[in-house]
């Protein structure tokens, strides 16, 4: 009788242990982080990956340097252009966001953009949040965050991309944006 009671209940207090221990393991973890070459400060939920590439935006080739990485499911990512010149960012950064919906072959999901507030963001530049519903390169439906602003020549596109949305993550990442 004895081994009867204490054997059942074993698994069970294996199980419940995994489990207060998967809880206590955040998915994401979250981290200031500061791209170099920038005023830029923000949270990423993981250690970001490096990479820099030249692409053609506004119409010449463009030093592109990101930052990136993928937790919970989702990717989290900044990317920033120097144009060189203040008064061709505008018309840059409208491209650019045009660029990308056109990637994820989506459309906004409101004409609105949302809210967002960037302390130390150019005045003549608004800075743009939109979301959007599209497709990663592979088919898959995915939902998509992105702000756009300018601080002097520097442009800068901040993502999240997800299989659904994650209203919690997005407002850390996007509300953690500050240029110093």
Known sequence: MFRFLIFPSFPRAVLLSALALAACSPALNWREVRPEGTRLSLLLPCKPDK????????????????????????TFAVAIADVDDPSQAASVLALWQDLALANMKAVPASRQPLPLKIPGASPGTPVTR?????????G???SGQAAYFVQGSQLFQVVMYAPHLMPEAAETFFSSLKLE
Do not use: I, N, Y
Request: aromatic share 0%; proline share 6%; charged share 15%.
């Open 140 to 142: 898959t439906a995915v």
């Open 51 to 74: 990479a820099q590439k030249v692409v053609p935006l506004g119409g010449r080739p463009t030093s592109l340097s990101m930052l990136g990485c993928d937790a919970d499911g989702a």
């Open 130 to 138: 939109l979301q959007a519903q599209g497709q990663r390169a592979d």
